[in-house]
């Protein structure tokens, strides 16, 4: 049997739930080109709710794969690919256009779950990475660390997740 999930999230009229299940590999706010052309693409669909946060970062927490699932409504989801080649894949809920996670055709062991779709209180942004894509005027505020590109400390999280994926912890 599967643990109880650590976290519920939900499209915005509600017929799309994920779950996921423990602890977060990490929670940050990306600034990327891709992650601010996907957000601008999925925003702009008929009363799609916001993907990025005021300051232009789009926040995600990221699980593993074998941590995530599509508990409700997954004939809704569909996927939005920034090229037709990508392996990146914005996942949508087509009931009313809410961005809910992005997963990949190959390679990563993680899904990153749009932040804002969780209820309750989401795992705290623990870093804001890509920081030189971020909009021009746009001051982040130091609650967190903000690194230019991908910090030492979250590829470690990653690895690390992996490892422990492949021993089955």
Not at 86 to 104: D, L
Request: glycine share 6%; charged share 25%.
């Amino acid at each position: 049997m599967p643990p109880a999930p650590s976290m519920i999230a939900t499209c915005a009229c509600g017929e799309v739930e994920v779950r996921a299940f423990g602890k977060p590999i990490v929670s940050a706010a990306c600034y990327c080109d891709d992650c601010q052309k996907g957000a601008a693409e999925i925003e702009a669909l008929p009363n799609a709710p916001a993907v990025r946060d005021p300051d232009g970062g789009t926040a995600y927490t990221l699980y593993r794969n074998d941590r995530f699932e599509c508990s409700r409504g997954a004939e809704r989801l569909k996927r939005h690919k920034l090229k037709e080649t990508s392996p990146t894949n914005r996942v949508v809920a087509t009931c009313c256009n809410s961005a809910m996670f992005v997963n990949f055709d190959r390679g990563p062991h993680w899904v990153s779950a749009y932040r804002a779709r969780f209820h309750g209180d989401p795992p705290p942004l623990q870093a804001r990475i890509c920081t030189k894509f971020k909009p021009d005027g746009v001051v982040l505020v130091d609650d967190v660390p903000s690194y230019n590109r991908f910090p030492p400390s979250f590829i470690i999280k990653l690895l690390t997740s992996r490892i422990a994926m492949a021993l089955g912890r």
